[in-house]
Each structure stands twice: as C-alpha cells, then as structure tokens.
C-alpha cells in the first residue's frame, strides 16, 4: 500500500498491533526497516510529527503517532488494544453471570417503573454497581453526592475499594472512605482544595462528564480533541455555550460517545445531576468501555 505518509504508516501500526501482528514480521519491512523506524523519520524538532518528512508538525499526524505508540506501548506491556477498552474488566463481582446480558435480572425499585432510566438503574442495581435508597425505593430524581459518586464510578470499573483519601473531611470510618481513596488513587476525582473533598457536595452534570472522561480514561479509551472537535460535539445542544470551559473536552466526549443521551436539547451543564442521570451516564460509560 501507500505509506508515503507519517499517517499511513500509523495507521498500520496500529491495525498490526489490534491484529496481533509483529512489527518484525518480514512481510511489513520497508526496505529492511520496521514501520516503528520509518515512523521516526517524521518526528518534527518539536516532538510532534509531520505528514510529510522534513515539514511541520501538525495536530492529524501527532495524534496518529501518538495512537499508533499507544498501541505499541500496550501490547509489549501485555496490556488490551487501544481499541479493545482497557486492562480494567467491568464484571459483576462475586457474581457469574453478565450484569449486562439480555438475559440479566433487573432489580425493579416501586419508584422506576415505567421511568427513562429504568432499564439502566435496574441493571446496575442487579449488579450492586449502584443502591437504592432502600429495598423498595431509588429515588431517581433526587440528587447526588460526591461520596456516592466516587462509590458509583468505583465499583463500574471493578476497583477493589481500599486506602485512605488524604482529606480531613473524609474519616477511616465513613462508609466512603475506601471509595473516595480508590477513585482518588485512580485520578477519576479530585479535592476541592488539597486537604479538602467534600463528599456531601452536589455534583452538577458537568462535573459528572469530568469524572466519567476521567473512568473511560482510565480503561484505555482515547479521545483527541481540538476546538473544532468539540465545538461541533457541543453546538448540537440549545445552551452549549454555559460549559465552563474545564469541562467542554469531558462533556465533548460524553456527547460523542452517547454517554450523555443524543435525544437532550439542553445541556444544563450547571445543574446538579439526578441519581437516574448519573446512572444512565455510567451505564453508556460502561457500554463504551467495553
């Protein structure tokens, strides 16, 4: 094929390496070099990469090359593809079945019943991934906390709750305590300040798009965005323009992906998110991630 571009030869590196195939495989030697060393012609002094050699760098082939080293990375790593999701396996744990199967039970809450989010929150609550209020009851438009957010997120990916959060309002005896700790550790959320989380805090949609960005992340998903990029995710919705811009990239992604749903014609990225909301987001995290 045509591999007169850093792009083309990217590209096959990265379909080589989701193909299980050796860069040293002699059928993809040019000239008796690998494709990582043909690539390496077209690193730009900037530490970028250029579509043709000796030009400039340029965003389309940086982060073609950039996907393409990813690839490499996480395979001599004996890590999944990029493209496979990441090394973290969304099970039901303590649980054999598939929490997200066809065939799955769905835990029915009086208060979801003929809900949007029922299918999700039925799902989730089956696998033990969220709770409701009590047996009988969930609650869905009610809001939530950063605690129950960092609990939530937690157990989706599968995360062993364990450690300490280096916060002084977040004690050793407080339910969430490992939660917060695990999804700390795992860069899914931040404090408020350096001593300081505040897990009875409300998170807004905004700051749910973060900290689901933050998860997918964290499983091996990529996401490349400019401002076109995520203009363009954002202006389908009526007030786009009301994303702080901290969170246009995450929200960007989240409409992107579906994980926040297409039908909205709003985004009201500063109102607090309900309990149904933050269900559905992770669920169509899980979906994506997978």
């Known amino acids: 094929g045509n591999l007169s571009s850093s792009e083309n030869i990217s590209q096959v590196i990265t379909a080589l390496c989701r193909l299980g195939i050796s860069l040293d495989n002699p059928r993809y030697l040019i000239g008796g070099r690998t494709l990582l060393q043909c690539l ?82 039925g799902k989730l609550a089956a696998a033990g991934i969220i709770n409701g209020k009590d047996e009988n009851t969930f609650d869905p438009d009610n809001t939530i906390t950063r605690a129950e957010f960092a609990a939530i997120t937690t157990r989706a990916l599968g995360l062993k709750p364990t450690g300490t959060a280096p916060f002084t309002d977040v004690g050793e005896g407080d339910w969430f305590s490992p939660y917060v700790a695990c999804a700390y550790e795992n860069g899914i959320v931040n404090g408020i300040s350096d001593t300081l989380f505040a897990p009875n805090s409300l998170i807004t949609n905004e700051e749910a798009a973060v900290m689901v960005m933050r998860a997918a992340k964290l499983c091996g998903t990529v996401y490349f965005a400019d401002d076109d990029r995520v203009r363009d995710a954002l202006s389908e919705f009526d007030d786009y323009m009301s994303v702080s811009s901290w969170a246009k990239e995450s929200v960007a992604f989240c409409c992107e992906n579906g994980i926040i749903p297409k039908d909205k014609i709003n985004l009201e990225p500063q109102r607090h998110i309900t309990r149904a909301e933050v269900a559905v987001m992770i669920y169509n995290m899980i979906t994506v991630v997978e």
């Open 40 to 121: 390496a012609d077209y690193l730009a002094a900037d530490g970028g990469f250029c579509h043709e050699k000796g030009g400039s760098s340029n965003q389309m082939s940086t982060e073609q090359a950039l996907t393409a080293l990813a690839s490499l990375k996480r395979i001599s790593e004996g890590k999944p593809h990029i493209y496979t999701g990441g090394e973290v396996k969304i099970t039901n744990p303590g649980k054999a079945d598939n929490p997200y199967a066809p065939t799955v039970a769905i835990k029915t809450f009086s208060d979801t019943i003929g809900h949007c989010a029922e299918k999700e929150i």
